[in-house]
């Protein structure tokens, strides 16, 4: 089994920064593909961004150039840095783990999930 818990949510203003991190309790972290998604209001949740194993990494178009997802496998911990950060923005975000060395990009490929950390951004 293993545990997931993000950290780092918050609520910010338009344009602003955050940093979100999940930790895994797992001690072969190192060998888990790790991504984030979210999910919105009345909306359905979507991917943002992945990493595998070894740091490769993927993005939603709608945060490609504002968002960097990176993992510190000595800390079990990866991190999702927001910048430019808009009110569409605004969503639960969820870390997941799965585990495996191919970057994993939809929702039933994940076997474990975070309960979510909110990010709000006001216009």
């Known amino acids: 089994q293993v545990q997931l818990e993000e950290s780092g949510g918050g609520l910010v203003q338009a344009g602003g920064s955050l940093r979100l991190s999940c930790a895994s309790s797992?001690?072969?972290?190192?060998?888990?593909?790790m991504g984030w998604f979210r999910q919105a209001p009345g909306k359905e949740r979507e991917f943002v961004a992945a990493i595998s194993w070894s740091g490769a990494s993927i993005y939603a178009d709608s945060v490609k150039g504002r968002f960097t997802l990176s993992r510190d496998n000595a800390k079990n911990t990866v991190y999702l840095q927001m910048n430019s950060l808009k009110p569409e923005d605004t969503a639960v975000y969820y870390c997941?783990?799965?585990?495996?060395?191919?970057?994993?990009?939809?929702?039933?490929?994940?076997?474990?999930w975070g309960q979510g950390t909110q990010v709000t951004v006001s216009s």
């Open positions: 997941a783990a799965d585990p495996g060395i191919r970057i994993r990009v939809s929702l039933n490929e994940y076997e474990y």
């Open positions: 797992k001690r072969t972290f190192s060998r888990y593909a």
